[in-house]
């Protein structure tokens, strides 16, 4: 099983190269934002989630780590996972942890997308323009950033300790990002073989 996490700002590729790794390994992706998006249109917990999306701060800890645990245990039999917006803070990593740990599990790398500020919030707005999401818009962008270096950046420590991360510039077009992804991945892969 070959088991990632993509990480980086909002704007920085984490959805476009999930896509991308997951077809080309058979992972299954797993994007909490995708869905939390999808509970808002038709779930039964859309009106609860919705005031946080809206906002750009993080849905509360049990649903989201209920929600993920639920979808990983579904989907256990695929060749792994690449988790995109997930963990989000320190609790929701600790959650991980265990829950690899209790099903005998191993997490392979953090994908740590790099990429400005500046040409992450460019990225976001074009996106808006098409996207029709609720928080695509200046202001809930403005506390997605705030609320990703209060709670999520530092986690980037948490997964230093453990020698996981690996950085790739997220600057270059999508398939350059591709290709750099691509022969990392080829690195961790061949001690398995
Ligand atoms: P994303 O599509 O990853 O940019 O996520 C969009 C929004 O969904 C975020 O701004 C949060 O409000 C919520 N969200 C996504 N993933 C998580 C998570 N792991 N924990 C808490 N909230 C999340």
Do not use: W
Request: aromatic content about 8%; overall charge negative; charged content about 25%.
């Amino acid at each position: 099983m070959l088991n990632f996490i993509i990480f980086g700002t909002p704007g920085a590729g984490k959805g476009t190269q999930a896509e991308l790794i997951a077809k080309e390994y058979g992972l299954f992706h797993l994007s909490t934002g995708q869905a939390l998006r999808q509970e808002l249109e038709s779930g039964e917990l859309g009106s609860e989630i919705k005031q946080y999306v809206d906002q750009g701060i993080l849905v509360p800890y049990e649903l989201i780590v209920k929600m993920v645990n639920k979808a990983i245990a579904k989907n256990i039999n695929c060749p792994g996972f690449i988790f995109d917006g997930y963990p989000r803070s320190l609790s929701q990593a600790e959650a991980l942890q265990n829950f690899f740990e209790e099903n005998d599990l191993h997490l392979d790398a953090v994908i740590n997308l790099e990429i400005g500020e500046e040409e992450a919030k460019k990225r976001i707005i074009l996106r808006g323009k098409t996207s029709g999401r609720s928080d695509d818009n200046p202001e809930t962008i403005s506390t997605r950033f705030h609320t990703y270096h209060e709670q999520t950046k530092p986690l980037l420590d948490y997964y230093q300790a453990s020698k996981k991360i690996i950085n790739i510039d997220g600057e270059p077009d999508i398939e350059a990002v591709a290709k750099n992804i691509d022969q990392e991945i080829e690195h961790i892969k061949k001690p398995l073989q």
